[in-house]
């Protein structure tokens, strides 16, 4: 016997996932995480009897409601399914992920379009962080092709603009959690910041390698993991995170000069994995120490100059795009970041559960 849960199988940015409407699946939170890992499979290396990828970016999942909260559209949870481990963790955001909240909300009539453009205010529960959603909807309905491309992903779709309102301090409280825009730990220079994705920036030279290595080099190179394992685990708690050992934050981020003369290069470590482009948040938060005088990206990062920066973030398969807007008062603070996203509804069904994880009711505690 096996219990039905609706769902639709989206890919958000560049990442991908099941996306559940939050009364489909039980409120109980530990049942609901056993009935998540049912579905994708962990843990397992393959996720051979889930729909997991066996890729952090692939065993993410999507949990989406109308907003509780006034003047707010949606609600989205969202949960980093670990392969080798039977949890789910919720603490960090993902910005690629949060691009198929919209267009899922519209196919299960959570929302309406608004005429050839619907803007969605959308609230990451996970850190509480607001952000309008701009979606392509003529004739009332969502629209998937379109002509932009984003790197990371074959093709072109319907564009899909994200305007962040409130990203910094979203996991460590403050957008420099150890107060410093610099700092040593294990003998290397690092900046600990956190613009929506509590992430660590390391030189790649500073650990002897040039920051250009492709995904799959830098995933062999054993010796340089442990080394940035060894300064993430110390990072943790000086960055309010206390200890991280088992957790996916922060995400360990080398960088490099540009390569095509302006942005920055990056290889981002998710954190033990080396990412095959650069998480969405994860790209706001370097933009952002790129902007910050005395962090290691100073004289590695090259800006454009005035008070609306795009910055370019290189990564192993493109680049990604941050517009970040900064106050002219003091250009040093960055009030607001936008970037650009694309998302597709690849599959609708029903996930199967064994019933012996859940046999579809809610215990009777919760739903009286
Ligand atoms: O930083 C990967 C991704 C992410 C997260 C990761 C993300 C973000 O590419 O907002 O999107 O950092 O684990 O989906």
Redesign the pocket.
């Known amino acids: 016997m096996q219990t039905a849960i609706p769902c639709l199988f989206m890919r958000g940015?560049?990442?991908r996932g099941p996306f559940f409407l939050e009364s489909d699946l039980p409120s109980e939170p530990a049942l609901r995480d056993r009935v998540l890992l049912a579905a994708m499979g962990s843990p397992d290396a393959r996720q051979i009897d889930g729909l997991g990828g066996a890729d952090?970016?692939t065993s993410?999942i999507g949990i989406v409601g109308r907003s509780k909260r006034p003047g707010v559209d949606l609600d989205f949870l969202f949960g980093?399914v670990l392969i080798d481990e039977a949890r789910v963790d919720y603490t960090?955001?993902?910005?690629?992920?949060l691009a198929a909240v919209g267009p899922f909300a519209l196919e299960r009539g959570l929302v309406k379009a608004k005429g050839d453009e619907t803007t969605l205010r959308i609230l990451t529960v996970n850190t509480d962080m607001l952000c309008d959603v701009i979606l392509q909807t003529p004739g009332g309905r969502i629209r998937y092709d379109g002509d932009a491309r984003i790197d990371g992903v074959p093709g072109t779709s319907a564009p899909i603009k994200i305007n962040f309102l409130d990203t910094a301090g979203s996991v460590c409280k403050s957008l420099l959690p150890t107060k410093n825009v610099r700092d040593v730990i294990g003998g290397v220079a690092v900046t600990c910041i956190d613009n929506?994705?509590p992430v660590v920036l390391i030189k790649a030279s500073d650990l002897g390698r040039t920051g250009y290595e492709t995904k799959d080099q830098l995933n062999a190179d054993t010796e340089l993991k442990a080394r940035i394992e060894a300064i993430r685990l110390k990072a943790g708690p000086l960055m309010n995170l206390g200890d991280v050992t088992k957790m996916?934050v922060p995400?360990m981020c080398l960088i490099s000069p540009p390569k095509s003369g302006s942005g920055i290069s990056t290889r981002?470590f998710?954190p033990h994995d080396c990412?095959s482009?650069?998480?969405?948040?994860?790209?706001v938060t370097v933009a952002t120490a790129c902007v910050l005088k005395g962090s290691v990206a100073e004289g590695v990062a090259v800006l454009p100059a005035g008070d609306t920066k795009v910055v370019s973030v290189e990564h192993p398969t493109g680049e990604f795009s941050v517009e970040l807007g900064l106050d002219p008062a003091d250009p040093q603070s960055v009030t607001r970041s936008a970037l650009l996203r694309t998302a597709r509804l690849i599959m609708r069904g029903e996930v199967l559960i064994p019933s012996a994880v859940w046999d579809g009711k809610q215990s009777a505690r919760l739903a009286a």
């Open positions: 940015g560049t990442s952090p970016l993410k980093q960090p955001n993902c910005g690629n992920m929506g994705m996916v995400k981002t998710i990412h482009a650069v998480g969405v948040l994860g790209a």
